[in-house]
């Protein structure tokens, strides 16, 4: 019985998540507005910068994502930091930023949350990041508690060392 035991014990932790890719470096991103139904985001969809320096930082499979420059004020003005934190697994990342900074308008009070997702090809790191707004749910919240501006980024980092 105790062999049976063990063995399921192997096969279950043998079906477990791919190990984390190492997705550490500073990538120069490419970003386009993809749609932009809440005006967090300041440029109209299509709209498209370049040359925005992301710090990544790693431990395991946890995984933090600094934004540099003009780029990480702005993002440090919407949502209170601008460091996204959360984890990688196999080559997908899923980061999030939980909004400290608070706004209102009428009755309605906010913040505005963000959350990313990518895939690490080689040295390519590209997907999105889609912005909201969390509400107190007051009618003065309006189309804020469904709206989404979404942004593409695509970009590399300096190429890594082969093992």
Known sequence: MFRKALMLVVVFCACGSDPPADIAGTYTMSLTVQQ???????????????????????SGSEVSAQVQGASGVALSLATGTSTFTG???????????AGTSAGSSGTCAYTVNAHLVGTLSGDALQGSVTYTYLTNKTADCGTRDTCQDVQLFSGTRPPTASP
């Not at 932009?36 to 790693?58: A, E, Y």
């Not at 984890?87 to 930023?97: E, R």
């Open 87 to 97: 984890t990688v697994s196999g080559s997908s990342v899923n980061l999030s930023i």
């Open 36 to 58: 932009n139904q809440c005006g967090i985001l300041t440029n109209p969809s299509g709209s498209s910068s370049t040359g925005v320096s992301v710090k990544v930082t790693q």
